[in-house]
């Protein structure tokens, strides 16, 4: 394992590291950030484990996200600031978190979200499948998933998977299935699945099951 730190205030900027298979944690109470806003991976890694004070990653300028190659994240912002990654693969949200601030992750590979929290809004956009096993937007924020494949729950079962003032899905193919509804609790949802014949099917506790085909 690699650990940095930066003491109490410092921020973390960041070039171009590869740690290989390591898992690598950096930890500040200031920020996390790329050392130039480009597209470029700057930190590659088994896993990551992030933690700031004031945010990691750049929504404020083109191309500002935190450009990372990993198969798991562990990220937290414990203060005033949003969490902003574009991944380079698959990857697995284990415990993601915001104080006060967005969270927007992107990756060209699929998505598994374990454990996403924000007291804001939650974006996810994924080049593969989005599989969800709780997803969490407080005070009223909206959870946004795009995926170019289908976006499911990680298990069947009737434990709410999404909660949040809004929500707005955008999958390829279908969202949730006819045995297996994505389980949501807002009070808005739009969704839409693109391929022909895909469905859409969620259940929210206050409903009966719903379900629709997107596409003929």
Known sequence: AVNIGSGSAGNITVGAFDFGNATVALTTGGSIDEENDDTSTNLTASALNLTAGTGIGDSGSTNGDLDTQTSSLDASVTGNGGIFISNNGDLTLTDVDTNNGDIDISATGSIAATDVVANSD????????????????????????????????????????????????????????????LDIDAATLAAEANADGAGIFFFHPDSTPGNADAKD
């Open 122 to 181: 939650i974006t996810l956009d994924a080049g593969g499948n989005i599989s969800v096993t709780s997803i969490t937007a407080n005070n009223s924020g909206t959870v946004s998933l795009t995926a170019s494949g289908t976006i499911i729950e990680s298990s069947t079962d009737t434990t709410v998977d999404i909660t949040a003032g809004s929500i707005a899905l955008t999958a390829e193919d279908s969202i949730g299935s006819s045995s297996s509804a």
